[in-house]
Structure formats: structure tokens, C-alpha cells
């Protein structure tokens, strides 16, 4: 996949954006709304995010350790490598979502959790924006970011914020459907 830098950036970030809404609507559901499940191995709403909390305790730090210290400028293009399009197209939400075990230290099941963890995904939202902005300045191709599941593996950054980002697709979309209802 090639795409002109402007057209990824604007892609993520309006991703971003309604990300940050469907968070501002989930925060105006009963937080027993938010614990519901339709099965005792079912991820609730809440599950959900603290899920996508728990990776972007790993990834934002890293994300924002590599674009301080890339020394690689920007291209007006980016182009995906084949291991990070691969993740990617593996996680980004579609009509038929494949199953995918989380690691047991990603997996949030059966945690006790209240609504405070919706401030702490809305705080990751905006740092995510903010590092998008800031990876304008640097090369999304040449610098390289650690995975979490193995941290000698290093993807781009662009297809690390695709990831990152469709990941936080893919669980929204689930934490909505675990609300039984559609807030957009």
C-alpha cells in the first residue's frame, strides 16, 4: 500500500476523532451499561477499552520515544512494509471479524473496572492526535517502532499508527456492540 502523506495523516486522524466521540458518548452510559456482556468469555464495553488502554500504555510511549529521537525527515509518500500491511489488514475491523487471542497481559477479562478508565482512553485519544502532528516532522517509513508481543521485531511508523489506530477501531466497534445498542 502507497499513499501521499496527506491523505494518511487526514485518514487517521478523522479515525481519531470519531474515536474521541464514541468515548464521549460511552461516558454518558450507566457504568453498569458499561460492565454488561452477552457471555462470561465476552469482553464488555469497559473490558474493551481497558484492553486498548493497556496497549496504549506500550505504544504511545514508544511512538513518541522513536519520532524524539528519528533523525529521518518526512516524504510526501508512505509505504507499508509487508509485515506492518499484514497486521494491520489482520486487525482492521470488517463485516466478519476473525476471532484473535490477546495476550494474557492484554487481556482485561474479569478485571474490576469503573468509568474512570473512559478519562484514560480520551487522554491516549488526544496524545495520539498530538503525535500524528508531530510525525509530520519525521520519516514514516525509515523510523522504527518496537511491537509490543515482541520488541525485537520493529515495524515503520505508519504502519505502526495504522495498527494502532485500526486496533482502537476494532475494540470500539466491539464496545459498542457490548452497549446493545448503536450510539454514532
Known amino acids: 500500500m502507497k499513499i501521499q502523506f496527506d491523505q494518511f495523516y487526514n485518514e ?36 474493551c477499552i481497558e484492553h486498548l488502554n493497556r496497549y496504549g500504555n506500550f505504544y504511545l510511549p514508544e511512538i513518541e520515544n522513536r519520532i524524539k529521537n528519528s533523525s529521518y525527515l518526512s516524504e510526501n509518500t508512505f509505504k507499508s512494509g509487508i509485515l506492518g500491511n499484514y497486521f494491520t489488514n489482520l486487525i482492521k475491523p470488517k463485516e466478519k471479524l476473525n476471532k484473535m487471542k490477546s495476550p494474557k497481559n492484554m487481556n482485561p477479562l474479569g478485571s474490576k473496572l469503573d468509568s474512570f478508565i473512559l478519562d484514560t482512553f480520551l487522554k491516549q485519544l488526544h496524545q495520539t492526535l498530538m503525535l500524528l502532528e508531530e510525525s509530520k516532522a519525521v520519516s514514516l517509513n525509515k523510523t522504527k517502532v518496537s511491537i509490543s ?17 485500526y486496533h482502537n477501531e476494532r475494540h470500539l466497534q466491539q464496545a459498542i456492540k457490548a452497549t446493545s445498542e448503536i450510539i454514532m
Not at 508481543?149 to 489506530?165: A, E, N, Q, V
Request: no cysteine.
Open 12 to 47: 487517521l486522524t478523522t479515525l481519531v476523532q470519531s474515536h474521541i466521540q464514541i468515548i464521549e458518548k460511552l461516558k454518558s452510559k450507566a457504568e453498569m451499561k458499561l460492565n454488561q456482556k452477552t457471555s462470561a468469555e465476552s469482553w464488555s464495553a469497559l473490558e
Open 149 to 165: 508481543i515482541y520488541k525485537h521485531l520493529k515495524l515503520k511508523l505508519g504502519d505502526t499508527f495504522r495498527f494502532f489506530i
